[in-house]
């Protein structure tokens, strides 16, 4: 039987790792090159937990200052406006990570982190991490590119929702997820099935105008609905459809 809260909500947990059961950061790109025993330190000195579907990671404005790697599972970064609405500022897939901000200036964290799915993530203290910075430049100026591409996708969307329509958010919002899911020269197939409420939250429109939005590229056989997946068949004319709106 579920654990809940007075209120009837689900009482979240994470679950203990047993050293037996931890998993090599071998796949964290942020750390490729370094050597085996060198990996074997990070690892070492890493806190290893699991969390469950829609556990909290971290919260906005918290004071930890761990950098995260995503050793499986999947992450969501995500903020809330002071209606309440979720605003989803990205996903990480395994052998990703996140929190080297507030790692970097010491100031609290900038957005929550939830797990999807039931995930692990190795937690290295803010002290190992600039250490590990400061002994292995290659390591740095990975993520020096990393928040060069955070800011540049920040001004997009930024730029997106000062100038684009609803309809056209969402347009662009499927062409960034096409890009990252190509499949071959003009075609994409991105699984799973991208869902509204999220489409909607990035597009920072609702779910009825991408649904809309969805049927209308179903209609110019833009797109087709798989089973498990949604087929872009032509990303040059989802491409048009933002540059015709930015005048690119």
């Not at 994470?14 to 490729?32: F, I, M, Q, Y």
């Not at 004071?63 to 500022?89: A, E, H, K, P």
């Not at 203290?125 to 591409?149: D, N, Y």
Request: glycine share 6%.
């Amino acid at each position: 039987m579920p654990l809940v809260k007075p209120d009837g909500s689900p009482k979240l947990r994470d679950w203990p790792v047993s050293d037996e059961n931890r998993s090599s950061l071998t796949n964290v790109g942020l750390l490729a090159g370094l050597s085996q025993k060198e990996l074997q330190q990070v690892e070492k000195a890493c806190r290893w937990r699991r969390y469950s579907p829609h556990q909290q990671i971290i919260d906005r404005d918290s004071n930890s200052r761990d950098i995260f790697f995503v050793v499986s599972g999947r992450v969501r970064i995500v903020n809330y406006s002071y209606s309440g609405r979720g605003i989803i500022l990205d996903e990480l897939p395994p052998g990703s990570y996140f929190g080297e901000l507030a790692a970097l200036d010491d100031r609290p964290r900038s957005a929550r982190v939830i797990a999807l799915k039931e995930s692990m993530l190795a937690a290295l203290p803010q002290g190992h991490f600039i250490t590990l910075l400061e002994k292995r430049p290659r390591i740095a100026l990975r993520v020096m590119r990393h928040l060069a591409s955070i800011v540049r996708d920040s001004t997009n969307r930024i730029m997106e929702l000062s100038t684009l329509g609803a309809n056209n958010r969402v347009h662009a919002d499927l062409l960034r997820q096409a890009r990252s899911n190509m499949n071959g020269k003009n075609k994409a197939l991105i699984a799973p099935i991208p869902v509204h409420g999220d489409i909607a939250s990035r597009a920072s429109t609702t779910r009825e105008t991408v649904a809309r939005v969805m049927n209308d590229l179903a209609r110019q056989g833009i797109v087709e609905r798989e089973k498990r997946r949604l087929l872009i068949g032509d990303v040059g004319k989802l491409q048009h459809l933002v540059e015709e709106v930015r005048g690119e």
